[in-house]
């Protein structure tokens, strides 16, 4: 086990609705990453939080929003939802905002109808 | 775009043999590459990392191998266990300024008995 946790595991939402999804980093880690996966493709970089700041965005609309808080949790805020937002939200955290190991939780399947 | 691709989708191998899971990375720039293991219903797991300056690094039971010239990622796993099956995804860091990590589409290895 890495020490990340994701909160829900599973859930189910209308096209419309929005969502929060959370994440609690390993002790220690103060950068969390999220990715979004889509059943049978590997992970895509969503947006990255570093000391509460956002740190770098991959090709997600706006609707994708984020926040990290003092104690390095964090949110993954999706509006707005569409079909093709269904899959695994994965949330990794490291050590450094920088090219160090990410250590990935077990993920959130959100389903979108 | 830039992506990591990976040669073949599914790997069959004999418990006991030596496995080895190919990558290939278009971005010449990208400094560092990561192997990660996903079994069904869990996160990415960490195996191993290396850097651009080096050519190889080994770990327990596994290897990664980079071949800058031909931009070729490998992952050996030597005396393959049935514990071994999953999805085995490579991932590169480009250094754009903001450290995300582009993913594959993974390899299945599937250990037979």
């Known amino acids: 086990e890495t020490g990340v946790t994701q909160s829900p595991t599973h859930l189910i939402k209308t096209r419309g609705q929005q969502v929060t999804l959370r994440c609690s980093s390993q002790s220690g880690h103060n950068t969390v990453s999220w990715y979004q996966q889509a059943l049978g493709q590997g992970p895509q970089f969503i947006f990255q939080y570093y000391r509460e700041e956002e740190n770098g965005r991959g090709n997600f609309p706006p609707r994708f929003s984020g926040l990290q808080f003092p104690n390095y949790s964090s949110e993954l805020n999706v509006n707005a939802l569409e079909l093709d937002d269904s899959a695994l939200y994965l949330c990794?955290?490291?050590?450094?905002?920088?090219?160090?190991?990410?250590?990935f939780g077990p993920g959130t399947r959100l389903t979108v109808t | 775009g830039e992506s990591v691709g990976l040669h073949l989708p599914t790997l069959s191998v004999q418990e006991g043999d030596n496995s080895i899971i190919n990558c290939a990375y278009s971005n010449s720039a990208s400094d560092y590459f990561i192997w990660y293991k996903q079994e069904s219903g869990k996160g990415p797991q960490f195996i191993i990392d290396i850097r651009s300056n080096m050519d190889k690094r080994q770990g327990q039971r596994v290897t990664v191998l980079l071949n800058k010239t031909v931009k070729h990622l490998s992952l050996q796993i030597a005396a393959t266990q049935p514990g071994d099956s999953a999805v085995y995804f490579c991932a590169e860091n480009q250094p754009s300024g903001t450290y995300k990590y582009i993913f594959g589409t993974g390899t299945r290895l599937k250990v037979l008995a």
């Open positions: 990794a955290s490291s050590a450094v905002a920088g090219a160090y190991e990410q250590y």
